[in-house]
T-cell receptor, first 111, second 114 residues
Framework: DGGITQSPKYLFRKEGQNVTLSCEQN?????MYWYRQDPGQGLRLIYY???????QKGDIAEGYSVSREKKESFPLTVTSAQKNPTAFYLC??????????FGDGTRLSIL | AQSVAQPEDQVNVAEGNPLTVKCTYS??????LFWYVQYPNRGLQFLLK??????LVKGSYGFEAEFNKSQTSFHLKKPSALVSDSALYFC????????????FGTGTRLQVFP
């Protein structure tokens, strides 16, 4: 079945550590997105990519980095510079002018 | 700047009754509007979208939404609520003409009581 796969489902980060969240899609979508969701808040855009080898900062990019070397993959790295990383992270993809499709998220916590 | 508002944090409705989840928007130009649903510890699932055409849009799971240009609203509706409809609902609007970026509302929690 086509879809978006995020891994791992749960992730723990130690102080000073970078961690990478995986997002893979087999929908042949050009655009991919990373969102952060905190309790009681909507989704906030971290980074997005409309085409391979190109990406743009969203509203809360500080402390995060991404790459888009393949159409299918858009990994997110949460760096040690992100001081409050505990959240639910959602990846999405979309065709041009279409609705976004979401993965089932990665919940990141601090040890 | 584009924006979307969901004025209710929570909506409670009895099973079998009609439900409405409210959304208002502010955009320059024609709005592209979306509704999504989120179940606990899951991603968002697409319900329906309005781009152009009929003001009443039908979507998944028996949901529909009414686009009202004069009131700048896009309320989500269902004629008869189910307990299984209990979830978090998000309204979203496209952030401009030449982008697929979405701006999401803060979400409305729907609770359907048996």
């Amino acid at each position: 079945d086509g879809g978006i796969t995020q891994s791992p489902k749960y992730l723990f980060r130690k102080e000073g550590q970078n961690v990478t969240l995986s997002c893979e899609q087999n929908l042949n979508h050009d655009a991919m997105y990373w969102y952060r969701q905190d309790p009681g808040q909507g989704l906030r855009l971290i980074y997005y990519s409309q085409i391979v080898n190109d990406f743009q900062k969203g509203d809360i990019a500080e402390g995060y980095s991404v790459s888009r070397e393949k159409k299918e993959s858009f990994p997110l790295t949460v760096t040690s510079a992100q001081k409050n990383p505990t959240a639910f992270y959602l990846c999405a993809s979309s065709p041009r002018t279409g609705a976004q499709h979401f993965g089932d998220g990665t919940r990141l916590s601090i040890l | 700047a584009q924006s979307v508002a969901q004025p209710e944090d929570q909506v409670n409705v009895a099973e079998g009754n009609p439900l409405t989840v409210k959304c208002t928007y502010s955009v320059s130009g024609n709005p592209y509007l979306f509704w999504y649903v989120q179940y606990p510890n899951r991603g968002l699932q697409f319900l329906l979208k309005y781009i152009t055409g009929d003001n009443l849009v039908k979507g998944s799971y028996g949901f529909e939404a009414e686009f009202n240009k004069s009131q700048t609203s896009f309320h989500l509706k269902k004629p008869s609520a189910l307990v299984s409809d209990s979830a978090l609902y998000f309204c979203a609007v496209r952030d401009g003409r030449n982008t697929d970026k979405l701006i999401f509302g803060t979400g409305t929690r729907l609770q359907v009581f048996p």
